[in-house]
């Protein structure tokens, strides 16, 4: 089946930079937009960020300027890229894709295990 795996996570100071990448594998038939979402704790999960096939990202107001996605369409693998940490980027970092089995079953979402990415003040 498809697995998305996550890695890049940690803990890291204010101002500081990480990267996180998440690599899509299995019986894909083609892989659509992907994205980063995060769930800190006590809060609902949201959109960090997300790239279509063709390379379109869109960005949550928050991170605009500090976050770049992007992807790697023959490696099935989306990284995002974190600038300008701050302690209210803590969170769980979940990868989500949107993926095609096969030309006659419609895509669907899968997620990934999620990484902890924490920020230290």
């Known amino acids: 089946q498809v697995q998305l795996v996550e890695s890049g996570g940690g803990l890291v100071r204010a101002g500081g930079s990480l990267r996180v990448s998440c690599t899509a594998s299995?019986?894909?038939?083609?892989?659509?937009?992907m994205g980063w979402y995060r769930q800190a704790p006590g809060k609902q999960r949201e959109l960090v960020a997300a790239?279509?096939?063709?390379?379109?990202?869109v960005y949550a107001d928050s991170v605009k300027g500090r976050f770049t996605i992007s992807r790697d369409n023959a490696k099935n693998t989306v990284y995002l890229q974190m600038n300008m940490l701050k302690p209210e980027d803590t969170a769980v970092y979940y990868c989500?894709?949107?993926?095609?089995?096969?030309?006659?079953?419609?895509?669907?979402?899968?997620w990934g295990q999620g990484t902890q990415v924490t920020v230290s003040s």
């Open positions: 790239i279509t096939r063709g390379g379109r990202s």
């Open positions: 989500n894709a949107d993926i095609q089995l096969s030309a006659v079953v419609p895509s669907r979402a899968y």
């Open positions: 299995g019986s894909i038939f083609s892989t659509n937009a």
